[in-house]
């Protein structure tokens, strides 16, 4: 059994910078991708960015030039940091763990229970 626990989102201004974190305990991370979602609500949740086990990373194309994901495999956690926030970032930040870096939500097993992020204009 894995659990995933997100921390660090929070209610911000525009402009600003979060870092979210993402804590595996049980089986870990370990040889597995990581994913990024959010969900806004009334939306789906959407891809925001995925980092492979060997450090591969992918973003979409909303984020890609204001967010960077890392991990530290040595401390089991898988870090999100957002910068130049807006508005439309307001969502539930979900960490997921996957065989491997798809940007569809189905392909990953387990899910943390999210973190919620809100940036005001």
């Known amino acids: 059994q894995v659990q995933l626990e997100e921390s660090g989102g929070g209610l911000v201004q525009a402009g600003d910078s979060l870092r979210l974190s993402c804590a595996a305990s049980?089986?870990?991370?370990?040889?597995?991708?990581t994913g990024w979602f959010r969900q806004a609500p009334g939306k789906e949740r959407e891809f925001v960015a995925g980092?492979?086990?060997?450090?591969?990373?992918y973003y979409a194309d909303s984020v890609k030039d204001r967010c960077t994901i890392s991990r530290d495999n040595a401390k089991n956690t898988v870090y999100l940091q957002m910068n130049s926030l807006k508005p439309e970032d307001t969502a539930v930040y979900y960490c997921?763990?996957?065989?491997?870096?798809?940007?569809?939500?189905?392909?990953?097993?387990?899910w943390g229970r999210g973190t919620e992020v809100t940036v005001s204009s």
């Open positions: 980092i492979t086990w060997s450090g591969n990373t």
């Open positions: 997921s763990r996957g065989r491997i870096l798809k940007t569809i939500p189905n392909n990953y097993d387990y």
């Open positions: 049980g089986r870990s991370f370990s040889g597995y991708a």
